[in-house]
Protein backbone atom coordinates (compact mmCIF):
# COMPACT_ATOMS: atom_id res chain seq x y z
CA UNK A 1 0.00 0.00 0.00
CA UNK A 2 1.30 3.44 -1.24
CA UNK A 3 1.58 5.92 2.24
CA UNK A 4 -0.30 8.72 1.73
CA UNK A 5 1.12 12.43 2.14
CA UNK A 6 0.04 12.98 5.35
CA UNK A 7 -2.24 15.76 6.10
CA UNK A 8 -3.32 17.93 9.50
CA UNK A 9 -5.93 15.65 11.55
CA UNK A 10 -8.28 17.77 13.31
CA UNK A 11 -10.47 16.80 15.35
CA UNK A 12 -14.22 17.92 15.22
CA UNK A 13 -16.08 17.76 18.68
CA UNK A 14 -19.34 16.19 18.02
CA UNK A 15 -22.72 16.60 19.36
CA UNK A 16 -24.57 13.72 21.34
CA UNK A 17 -28.60 13.81 21.15
CA UNK A 18 -31.11 11.86 20.85
CA UNK A 19 -32.57 10.80 17.41
CA UNK A 20 -35.70 8.52 16.52
CA UNK A 21 -35.63 6.14 14.35
CA UNK A 22 -38.59 5.23 11.50
CA UNK A 23 -39.49 2.53 13.80
CA UNK A 24 -40.80 4.75 16.89
CA UNK A 25 -37.61 4.16 19.02
CA UNK A 26 -35.74 7.23 20.77
CA UNK A 27 -31.74 6.51 20.96
CA UNK A 28 -28.71 8.37 21.96
CA UNK A 29 -26.67 9.70 18.44
CA UNK A 30 -23.08 11.06 18.49
CA UNK A 31 -24.03 14.01 15.62
CA UNK A 32 -21.54 16.12 13.60
CA UNK A 33 -22.91 19.13 11.24
CA UNK A 34 -21.25 18.64 7.85
CA UNK A 35 -20.93 22.14 7.28
CA UNK A 36 -17.30 22.02 9.28
CA UNK A 37 -16.36 18.95 7.70
CA UNK A 38 -16.80 19.72 4.17
CA UNK A 39 -14.82 23.12 4.82
CA UNK A 40 -12.04 21.26 6.40
CA UNK A 41 -12.23 18.56 3.20
CA UNK A 42 -12.04 21.22 0.94
CA UNK A 43 -8.97 22.67 2.61
CA UNK A 44 -7.15 19.61 2.58
CA UNK A 45 -7.48 18.70 6.53
CA UNK A 46 -8.91 15.67 7.39
CA UNK A 47 -12.11 15.51 9.78
CA UNK A 48 -11.39 12.65 12.86
CA UNK A 49 -13.96 12.03 15.69
CA UNK A 50 -13.74 9.81 18.56
CA UNK A 51 -17.04 8.57 19.74
CA UNK A 52 -17.23 7.66 23.47
CA UNK A 53 -13.76 8.75 24.44
CA UNK A 54 -12.79 8.23 28.12
CA UNK A 55 -10.36 10.99 29.65
CA UNK A 56 -7.41 8.92 30.25
CA UNK A 57 -7.15 8.74 26.19
CA UNK A 58 -7.61 12.13 25.30
CA UNK A 59 -4.11 13.16 25.82
CA UNK A 60 -2.97 10.05 23.62
CA UNK A 61 -5.16 10.37 20.82
CA UNK A 62 -4.51 14.39 20.61
CA UNK A 63 -0.66 13.91 20.10
CA UNK A 64 -1.92 12.74 16.26
CA UNK A 65 -3.95 15.77 16.01
CA UNK A 66 -3.19 18.77 15.11
CA UNK A 67 -6.42 21.14 14.94
CA UNK A 68 -9.38 21.00 16.99
CA UNK A 69 -12.60 22.41 15.85
CA UNK A 70 -15.53 22.80 18.00
CA UNK A 71 -18.57 23.57 16.09
CA UNK A 72 -22.43 24.99 16.36
CA UNK A 73 -24.94 22.84 18.02
CA UNK A 74 -28.71 23.56 19.00
CA UNK A 75 -27.51 21.79 22.43
CA UNK A 76 -26.47 24.52 25.03
CA UNK A 77 -23.53 24.82 27.64
CA UNK A 78 -25.23 23.75 30.56
CA UNK A 79 -25.19 26.82 33.05
CA UNK A 80 -24.14 24.97 35.86
CA UNK A 81 -20.79 25.14 34.67
CA UNK A 82 -21.13 29.38 34.90
CA UNK A 83 -22.59 29.16 38.14
CA UNK A 84 -26.42 29.75 36.80
CA UNK A 85 -29.82 28.10 36.35
CA UNK A 86 -30.74 27.23 33.00
CA UNK A 87 -33.05 30.13 32.03
CA UNK A 88 -35.39 28.46 30.21
CA UNK A 89 -37.28 24.91 29.98
CA UNK A 90 -36.75 24.71 26.33
CA UNK A 91 -32.55 24.30 26.23
CA UNK A 92 -31.50 21.14 25.09
CA UNK A 93 -27.62 20.37 26.72
CA UNK A 94 -25.15 17.76 26.39
CA UNK A 95 -22.84 16.47 29.28
CA UNK A 96 -20.95 14.80 27.17
CA UNK A 97 -19.70 17.69 24.98
CA UNK A 98 -19.58 19.85 27.83
CA UNK A 99 -17.28 17.25 29.75
CA UNK A 100 -15.15 16.46 27.07
CA UNK A 101 -14.43 20.63 25.13
CA UNK A 102 -13.17 21.20 28.95
CA UNK A 103 -10.55 18.70 28.52
CA UNK A 104 -9.76 19.14 24.94
CA UNK A 105 -9.14 22.81 25.52
CA UNK A 106 -7.10 22.50 28.32
CA UNK A 107 -4.64 19.79 26.40
CA UNK A 108 -4.79 21.49 23.63
CA UNK A 109 -3.72 24.82 24.72
CA UNK A 110 -0.13 23.08 26.89
CA UNK A 111 0.54 20.86 23.85
CA UNK A 112 -0.22 24.04 21.12
CA UNK A 113 -2.93 22.68 19.32
CA UNK A 114 -5.19 25.28 17.23
CA UNK A 115 -8.40 25.62 18.54
CA UNK A 116 -11.51 26.97 16.83
CA UNK A 117 -14.67 27.25 18.31
CA UNK A 118 -17.62 28.31 16.24
CA UNK A 119 -20.81 29.41 17.78
CA UNK A 120 -21.57 26.92 20.37
CA UNK A 121 -18.09 25.96 20.24
CA UNK A 122 -16.94 29.38 21.27
CA UNK A 123 -19.47 29.17 24.41
CA UNK A 124 -17.82 26.08 24.91
CA UNK A 125 -14.27 27.55 25.16
CA UNK A 126 -15.62 30.42 26.99
CA UNK A 127 -17.03 28.30 29.80
CA UNK A 128 -14.08 26.25 29.52
CA UNK A 129 -11.77 28.97 30.30
CA UNK A 130 -14.50 30.45 33.16
CA UNK A 131 -16.65 32.60 31.62
CA UNK A 132 -19.90 32.34 30.99
CA UNK A 133 -22.81 33.23 28.52
CA UNK A 134 -25.80 35.18 28.30
CA UNK A 135 -28.32 32.47 28.33
CA UNK A 136 -30.92 34.23 26.12
CA UNK A 137 -30.17 37.22 24.11
CA UNK A 138 -33.64 38.28 23.11
CA UNK A 139 -34.24 39.52 27.13
CA UNK A 140 -30.70 41.39 26.24
CA UNK A 141 -31.69 45.45 25.16
CA UNK A 142 -29.27 46.47 22.36
CA UNK A 143 -30.92 46.65 19.29
CA UNK A 144 -28.53 44.07 17.52
CA UNK A 145 -30.77 40.54 16.33
CA UNK A 146 -28.63 37.79 17.10
CA UNK A 147 -30.58 35.16 16.19
CA UNK A 148 -31.97 33.45 12.33
CA UNK A 149 -36.15 33.24 12.01
CA UNK A 150 -36.90 29.29 12.15
CA UNK A 151 -39.06 29.37 8.68
CA UNK A 152 -36.02 30.80 6.43
CA UNK A 153 -33.67 27.94 5.08
CA UNK A 154 -30.31 27.40 5.58
CA UNK A 155 -28.30 29.28 3.45
CA UNK A 156 -31.03 32.33 4.03
CA UNK A 157 -30.23 31.63 8.02
CA UNK A 158 -26.35 31.81 7.32
CA UNK A 159 -26.65 35.45 5.94
CA UNK A 160 -24.54 38.50 6.82
CA UNK A 161 -26.71 40.02 9.78
CA UNK A 162 -25.17 42.67 11.18
CA UNK A 163 -21.63 44.15 11.09
CA UNK A 164 -18.62 43.48 13.93
CA UNK A 165 -15.86 45.93 14.55
CA UNK A 166 -12.72 44.55 15.23
CA UNK A 167 -10.38 45.40 17.53
CA UNK A 168 -8.37 48.62 16.48
CA UNK A 169 -4.90 46.98 15.68
CA UNK A 170 -5.98 43.83 16.94
CA UNK A 171 -4.95 40.12 15.59
CA UNK A 172 -8.17 40.00 14.17
CA UNK A 173 -7.99 43.14 11.90
CA UNK A 174 -4.20 41.65 10.80
CA UNK A 175 -6.10 38.17 10.16
CA UNK A 176 -9.09 39.69 8.14
CA UNK A 177 -7.66 42.22 6.55
CA UNK A 178 -10.88 44.51 7.63
CA UNK A 179 -11.60 46.37 10.46
CA UNK A 180 -15.41 45.87 9.95
CA UNK A 181 -17.37 43.64 8.17
CA UNK A 182 -20.75 41.79 8.30
CA UNK A 183 -20.89 38.36 9.52
CA UNK A 184 -23.62 35.54 10.06
CA UNK A 185 -25.59 35.47 13.32
CA UNK A 186 -27.65 32.38 14.30
CA UNK A 187 -27.44 32.18 18.40
CA UNK A 188 -29.89 32.09 21.15
CA UNK A 189 -26.91 32.89 23.94
CA UNK A 190 -23.57 35.10 23.59
CA UNK A 191 -20.56 35.34 25.51
CA UNK A 192 -21.39 37.62 29.07
CA UNK A 193 -17.66 37.35 30.72
CA UNK A 194 -15.05 36.61 28.93
CA UNK A 195 -13.20 33.75 30.60
CA UNK A 196 -9.39 33.81 31.96
CA UNK A 197 -6.85 34.39 29.23
CA UNK A 198 -8.98 35.45 26.47
CA UNK A 199 -9.00 38.97 24.91
CA UNK A 200 -11.55 40.16 22.80
CA UNK A 201 -10.94 41.00 18.95
CA UNK A 202 -14.58 41.86 17.81
CA UNK A 203 -17.71 43.27 19.23
CA UNK A 204 -21.02 43.46 17.08
CA UNK A 205 -22.34 47.22 17.96
CA UNK A 206 -24.68 46.25 20.83
CA UNK A 207 -21.04 45.79 22.66
CA UNK A 208 -21.47 41.55 22.27
CA UNK A 209 -18.33 39.60 22.00
CA UNK A 210 -18.15 38.44 18.30
CA UNK A 211 -14.68 36.85 18.35
CA UNK A 212 -12.19 36.33 21.01
CA UNK A 213 -8.70 34.45 20.97
CA UNK A 214 -6.16 32.86 23.84
CA UNK A 215 -3.55 35.14 25.02
CA UNK A 216 -1.18 33.86 23.33
CA UNK A 217 -1.48 34.83 20.01
CA UNK A 218 1.25 32.86 18.86
CA UNK A 219 -0.95 30.04 18.91
CA UNK A 220 -4.30 29.99 17.09
CA UNK A 221 -6.80 29.61 19.52
CA UNK A 222 -9.82 31.47 18.43
CA UNK A 223 -13.99 31.46 19.34
CA UNK A 224 -16.14 33.25 16.66
CA UNK A 225 -19.58 33.37 17.83
CA UNK A 226 -20.45 33.85 13.96
CA UNK A 227 -19.55 31.05 10.75
CA UNK A 228 -16.54 31.53 9.31
CA UNK A 229 -16.64 27.86 7.94
CA UNK A 230 -19.89 28.50 6.23
CA UNK A 231 -19.25 30.27 2.00
CA UNK A 232 -15.67 30.84 3.34
CA UNK A 233 -15.16 31.29 -0.55
CA UNK A 234 -16.77 33.88 -1.31
CA UNK A 235 -16.46 36.09 2.10
CA UNK A 236 -13.11 36.91 2.06
CA UNK A 237 -13.38 37.39 5.94
CA UNK A 238 -13.69 34.01 6.52
CA UNK A 239 -12.24 32.77 4.22
CA UNK A 240 -8.92 34.32 5.81
CA UNK A 241 -9.81 33.14 9.02
CA UNK A 242 -10.09 30.06 8.09
CA UNK A 243 -6.49 30.50 6.21
CA UNK A 244 -4.57 31.02 9.14
CA UNK A 245 -6.34 28.50 11.01
CA UNK A 246 -5.85 26.03 8.22
CA UNK A 247 -1.94 27.32 8.21
CA UNK A 248 -1.56 27.15 11.50
CA UNK A 249 -2.63 23.25 11.45
CA UNK A 250 0.05 22.72 8.79
CA UNK A 251 2.38 24.03 10.99
CA UNK A 252 1.43 22.06 14.05
CA UNK A 253 1.97 18.60 12.19
CA UNK A 254 5.08 19.34 10.10
CA UNK A 255 6.32 20.08 14.64
CA UNK A 256 4.38 16.69 15.17
CA UNK A 257 6.40 14.87 12.65
CA UNK A 258 9.77 16.40 13.61
CA UNK A 259 9.70 18.10 9.85
CA UNK A 260 10.72 21.25 8.38
CA UNK A 261 7.29 22.20 7.82
CA UNK A 262 5.21 22.67 4.96
CA UNK A 263 5.23 25.60 3.01
CA UNK A 264 1.39 26.40 2.43
CA UNK A 265 0.23 28.74 -0.24
CA UNK A 266 -3.08 31.25 1.19
CA UNK A 267 -5.66 29.63 -0.44
CA UNK A 268 -7.75 32.83 -0.22
CA UNK A 269 -6.04 36.04 -1.50
CA UNK B 1 7.65 5.70 18.72
CA UNK B 2 6.32 6.27 22.07
CA UNK B 3 3.68 3.89 22.91
CA UNK B 4 -0.14 4.38 22.25
CA UNK B 5 -1.91 2.99 24.79
CA UNK B 6 -5.69 4.81 23.08
CA UNK B 7 -5.10 2.11 20.24
CA UNK B 8 -7.07 -0.51 19.02
CA UNK B 9 -8.84 1.75 16.71
CA UNK B 10 -11.81 0.82 15.50
CA UNK B 11 -12.99 2.51 12.21
CA UNK B 12 -16.98 3.03 12.37
CA UNK B 13 -18.53 4.07 9.15
CA UNK B 14 -21.25 6.83 10.14
CA UNK B 15 -24.40 7.30 8.70
CA UNK B 16 -25.70 10.33 7.43
CA UNK B 17 -29.36 11.93 7.85
CA UNK B 18 -31.11 14.95 8.87
CA UNK B 19 -32.26 14.95 12.68
CA UNK B 20 -35.89 14.98 11.68
CA UNK B 21 -37.88 15.67 8.55
CA UNK B 22 -38.48 19.43 9.45
CA UNK B 23 -34.17 19.80 9.55
CA UNK B 24 -32.74 20.84 6.56
CA UNK B 25 -28.97 20.25 7.68
CA UNK B 26 -27.02 16.79 6.53
CA UNK B 27 -25.66 15.61 9.12
CA UNK B 28 -23.43 12.81 9.74
CA UNK B 29 -24.27 10.51 13.01
CA UNK B 30 -23.58 7.31 14.98
CA UNK B 31 -25.59 5.20 17.35
CA UNK B 32 -24.09 5.81 20.32
CA UNK B 33 -24.63 2.02 21.21
CA UNK B 34 -21.85 1.01 18.96
CA UNK B 35 -19.53 3.41 20.28
CA UNK B 36 -20.09 2.75 23.97
CA UNK B 37 -19.75 -1.41 22.73
CA UNK B 38 -16.63 -0.32 21.33
CA UNK B 39 -15.31 1.62 24.06
CA UNK B 40 -16.59 -1.37 26.83
CA UNK B 41 -14.16 -3.69 24.84
CA UNK B 42 -11.25 -1.71 25.66
CA UNK B 43 -10.60 -0.70 21.97
CA UNK B 44 -11.06 3.17 20.69
CA UNK B 45 -14.25 4.10 18.00
CA UNK B 46 -13.15 6.68 15.59
CA UNK B 47 -15.24 8.05 12.85
CA UNK B 48 -13.48 9.66 9.03
CA UNK B 49 -16.58 12.06 9.06
CA UNK B 50 -17.97 12.58 5.24
CA UNK B 51 -14.62 9.79 4.11
CA UNK B 52 -14.97 8.83 0.29
CA UNK B 53 -14.08 5.85 -1.26
CA UNK B 54 -10.84 7.23 -2.52
CA UNK B 55 -9.95 7.94 0.99
CA UNK B 56 -10.41 4.43 1.95
CA UNK B 57 -6.66 3.53 1.23
CA UNK B 58 -4.89 6.36 3.13
CA UNK B 59 -7.64 5.51 6.33
CA UNK B 60 -7.37 1.86 6.67
CA UNK B 61 -3.63 1.83 7.41
CA UNK B 62 -4.86 3.80 10.45
CA UNK B 63 -7.02 1.45 12.52
CA UNK B 64 -6.98 -1.56 13.82
CA UNK B 65 -11.01 -3.09 12.63
CA UNK B 66 -13.88 -2.09 11.09
CA UNK B 67 -17.41 -2.48 12.76
CA UNK B 68 -20.45 -1.88 10.03
CA UNK B 69 -22.55 -1.26 12.40
CA UNK B 70 -26.89 -1.08 12.03
CA UNK B 71 -29.03 1.69 10.40
CA UNK B 72 -32.65 2.54 10.12
CA UNK B 73 -31.42 3.11 6.18
CA UNK B 74 -31.04 0.35 3.51
CA UNK B 75 -28.30 -0.68 1.06
CA UNK B 76 -29.59 0.25 -1.72
CA UNK B 77 -30.98 -2.42 -4.07
CA UNK B 78 -29.51 -0.96 -7.20
CA UNK B 79 -26.07 -2.49 -5.90
CA UNK B 80 -27.67 -5.69 -6.36
CA UNK B 81 -29.36 -5.18 -9.05
CA UNK B 82 -32.75 -4.31 -7.98
CA UNK B 83 -34.69 -1.02 -7.64
CA UNK B 84 -35.28 0.95 -4.40
CA UNK B 85 -38.36 0.76 -2.98
CA UNK B 86 -40.55 4.05 -2.34
CA UNK B 87 -40.24 3.32 1.33
CA UNK B 88 -36.41 2.43 1.56
CA UNK B 89 -34.55 4.85 3.45
CA UNK B 90 -31.13 5.12 1.83
CA UNK B 91 -27.88 6.38 2.48
CA UNK B 92 -26.31 6.32 -1.11
CA UNK B 93 -22.45 7.92 0.61
CA UNK B 94 -22.45 5.42 3.14
CA UNK B 95 -23.41 2.38 0.59
CA UNK B 96 -21.11 3.82 -1.46
CA UNK B 97 -18.12 4.01 0.91
CA UNK B 98 -18.62 0.38 2.62
CA UNK B 99 -18.67 -1.42 -1.16
CA UNK B 100 -15.12 -0.72 -1.47
CA UNK B 101 -14.10 -0.75 2.53
CA UNK B 102 -15.30 -3.89 2.67
CA UNK B 103 -13.52 -5.80 0.22
CA UNK B 104 -10.21 -3.50 0.89
CA UNK B 105 -10.64 -4.53 5.06
CA UNK B 106 -10.47 -7.90 3.09
CA UNK B 107 -7.41 -7.16 1.26
CA UNK B 108 -5.31 -6.16 3.89
CA UNK B 109 -6.30 -8.72 6.70
CA UNK B 110 -8.37 -5.94 8.42
CA UNK B 111 -10.50 -7.45 11.58
CA UNK B 112 -13.91 -6.99 9.90
CA UNK B 113 -17.66 -7.28 11.74
CA UNK B 114 -20.76 -6.45 10.18
CA UNK B 115 -24.20 -6.07 12.18
CA UNK B 116 -27.35 -5.83 10.49
CA UNK B 117 -26.77 -3.45 7.59
CA UNK B 118 -23.24 -4.16 7.98
CA UNK B 119 -24.07 -7.90 7.41
CA UNK B 120 -25.80 -6.69 4.22
CA UNK B 121 -23.40 -4.19 2.77
CA UNK B 122 -20.62 -7.36 3.70
CA UNK B 123 -23.03 -9.58 1.87
CA UNK B 124 -23.82 -6.92 -1.42
CA UNK B 125 -19.78 -6.17 -1.38
CA UNK B 126 -19.53 -9.60 -2.58
CA UNK B 127 -21.52 -9.75 -5.10
CA UNK B 128 -24.56 -10.99 -2.82
CA UNK B 129 -28.49 -10.32 -2.79
CA UNK B 130 -31.16 -9.02 -0.77
CA UNK B 131 -34.74 -9.34 0.12
CA UNK B 132 -36.14 -6.13 0.16
CA UNK B 133 -38.98 -6.81 2.43
CA UNK B 134 -38.42 -10.24 4.51
CA UNK B 135 -42.27 -9.92 5.38
CA UNK B 136 -43.29 -10.27 1.96
CA UNK B 137 -41.71 -13.06 1.20
CA UNK B 138 -43.47 -16.33 1.54
CA UNK B 139 -42.15 -18.62 4.22
CA UNK B 140 -40.43 -16.24 5.28
CA UNK B 141 -40.76 -14.87 9.42
CA UNK B 142 -41.27 -10.79 9.95
CA UNK B 143 -37.86 -10.05 11.34
CA UNK B 144 -39.09 -6.48 12.07
CA UNK B 145 -39.06 -5.26 15.47
CA UNK B 146 -42.73 -4.15 16.84
CA UNK B 147 -43.00 -0.68 16.34
CA UNK B 148 -43.76 2.14 18.95
CA UNK B 149 -42.43 -0.10 21.77
CA UNK B 150 -39.84 0.60 24.13
CA UNK B 151 -36.20 -0.23 23.33
CA UNK B 152 -35.75 -3.21 25.69
CA UNK B 153 -38.87 -4.58 23.82
CA UNK B 154 -37.87 -3.82 20.42
CA UNK B 155 -34.36 -5.47 21.13
CA UNK B 156 -35.15 -8.23 23.21
CA UNK B 157 -34.78 -11.55 21.53
CA UNK B 158 -37.67 -12.23 19.02
CA UNK B 159 -36.13 -15.87 17.41
CA UNK B 160 -33.95 -18.61 17.38
CA UNK B 161 -30.69 -18.92 14.93
CA UNK B 162 -28.82 -22.89 14.29
CA UNK B 163 -25.52 -22.33 14.26
CA UNK B 164 -23.30 -24.44 12.27
CA UNK B 165 -21.46 -27.11 14.34
CA UNK B 166 -17.66 -26.46 15.18
CA UNK B 167 -18.34 -22.90 14.03
CA UNK B 168 -17.08 -19.66 15.94
CA UNK B 169 -20.80 -19.06 16.22
CA UNK B 170 -21.40 -22.12 18.05
CA UNK B 171 -17.91 -22.01 20.21
CA UNK B 172 -19.39 -18.17 21.47
CA UNK B 173 -22.92 -19.56 21.78
CA UNK B 174 -21.36 -22.86 23.77
CA UNK B 175 -24.27 -24.44 21.69
CA UNK B 176 -25.08 -24.90 18.20
CA UNK B 177 -28.96 -22.73 19.34
CA UNK B 178 -29.04 -19.30 20.29
CA UNK B 179 -32.05 -16.72 21.07
CA UNK B 180 -31.17 -13.20 18.89
CA UNK B 181 -33.09 -10.30 18.71
CA UNK B 182 -34.28 -9.22 15.27
CA UNK B 183 -34.70 -5.38 14.09
CA UNK B 184 -34.77 -5.81 10.21
CA UNK B 185 -36.75 -5.85 6.76
CA UNK B 186 -34.12 -6.50 4.36
CA UNK B 187 -32.38 -10.00 4.93
CA UNK B 188 -29.80 -12.48 2.65
CA UNK B 189 -31.03 -13.47 -0.45
CA UNK B 190 -28.36 -15.08 -2.30
CA UNK B 191 -25.03 -15.61 -0.59
CA UNK B 192 -22.25 -13.07 -1.44
CA UNK B 193 -18.86 -15.15 -3.27
CA UNK B 194 -16.42 -16.39 -0.99
CA UNK B 195 -19.17 -16.09 1.81
CA UNK B 196 -19.82 -18.97 4.32
CA UNK B 197 -23.31 -19.34 6.13
CA UNK B 198 -22.85 -20.07 9.65
CA UNK B 199 -26.11 -19.14 11.19
CA UNK B 200 -29.66 -19.52 10.00
CA UNK B 201 -33.09 -18.71 11.78
CA UNK B 202 -36.04 -21.07 11.57
CA UNK B 203 -37.26 -19.78 8.51
CA UNK B 204 -33.96 -20.47 6.69
CA UNK B 205 -32.54 -16.87 6.21
CA UNK B 206 -29.05 -16.59 6.68
CA UNK B 207 -28.62 -14.48 9.84
CA UNK B 208 -24.56 -15.10 10.39
CA UNK B 209 -21.85 -15.59 7.88
CA UNK B 210 -18.03 -15.80 7.79
CA UNK B 211 -15.53 -14.80 4.97
CA UNK B 212 -14.10 -18.00 3.74
CA UNK B 213 -10.12 -18.03 3.94
CA UNK B 214 -10.31 -14.38 5.44
CA UNK B 215 -6.67 -13.85 7.12
CA UNK B 216 -8.48 -11.91 10.07
CA UNK B 217 -11.81 -11.98 11.60
CA UNK B 218 -14.21 -11.39 9.08
CA UNK B 219 -17.91 -11.93 10.47
CA UNK B 220 -21.71 -10.79 9.85
CA UNK B 221 -24.26 -10.95 11.94
CA UNK B 222 -27.80 -10.08 11.12
CA UNK B 223 -28.61 -9.29 14.67
CA UNK B 224 -27.28 -6.65 17.32
CA UNK B 225 -24.80 -8.36 19.60
CA UNK B 226 -23.48 -4.80 20.95
CA UNK B 227 -27.27 -4.54 22.50
CA UNK B 228 -26.98 -5.23 25.89
CA UNK B 229 -24.18 -7.57 25.25
CA UNK B 230 -22.39 -7.63 29.09
CA UNK B 231 -25.81 -9.62 30.06
CA UNK B 232 -25.75 -11.46 26.79
CA UNK B 233 -22.89 -14.14 26.97
CA UNK B 234 -23.65 -15.19 23.24
CA UNK B 235 -22.76 -11.38 22.44
CA UNK B 236 -20.41 -10.50 24.56
CA UNK B 237 -18.12 -13.29 23.04
CA UNK B 238 -19.05 -12.64 19.95
CA UNK B 239 -17.83 -8.84 20.48
CA UNK B 240 -14.64 -10.17 22.18
CA UNK B 241 -13.70 -12.21 19.47
CA UNK B 242 -13.41 -9.22 17.33
CA UNK B 243 -11.79 -7.27 19.78
CA UNK B 244 -9.28 -10.14 20.45
CA UNK B 245 -8.81 -9.99 16.41
CA UNK B 246 -8.29 -5.66 16.44
CA UNK B 247 -5.74 -6.11 18.73
CA UNK B 248 -3.87 -8.63 17.53
CA UNK B 249 -3.59 -6.80 14.11
CA UNK B 250 -2.68 -3.71 16.59
CA UNK B 251 0.26 -5.43 18.02
CA UNK B 252 1.40 -6.89 14.48
CA UNK B 253 1.04 -3.54 12.98
CA UNK B 254 3.34 -2.05 15.47
CA UNK B 255 6.21 -4.32 15.11
CA UNK B 256 8.86 -5.87 17.25
Known sequence: MSAATPVPNVWVVASHRILQSPSGHQQMYTVMDEGGHRTLLNMGLQPVCYPRVLPQRVEGLLEGIDGLLMGGSDTNVHPHLYGEEPARD???????????????????????????????????FNVAMGGSLHQWLRDRPGGVKHWEDPEEGLEEQYRERHFVTATPGGALERIAGASRF???SLHAQGVNVLGSDLVAEAH?????????????????????????????????????????????????????????????????? | MAK?????????????????LSDPGGYTVLADRYAAAVTALGLQPVLFPMAEVDDVPALLPLVDGVLLTGSPSNVEA?????????TDLLDPRRDKLTMRLVREALACAMPLLGVCRGLQEINVAMGGSLYQQLHDQPGLMDHREPEHEDLEVQFAERHEVLLEPRSAFAEWAGSTRAFVNSLHGQGIK???????????????????????????????????????????????????????????????????
Not at chain 1, 231 to 260: F, K, Q, T
Open chain 1, 90 to 124: EFEFDAERDALVRQLIEVALARRIPVIGFCRGSHD
Open chain 1, 182 to 184: KVS
Open chain 1, 204 to 269: ADDGLVEAFRWKDESLFAWGFQFHPEWNWRVHPVYGRIMNAYVRACWERMARRLGSDGSPLQALVA
Open chain 2, 4 to 20: TPHKPLVWLPACHRHLD
Open chain 2, 78 to 86: THFGATALP
Open chain 2, 190 to 256: RLGEGLVAEAHAPDGLVEGVRVMGAPAFAYGVQWHPEWRHEDHPFYERTLQAFAAACRKHCLEKSGP
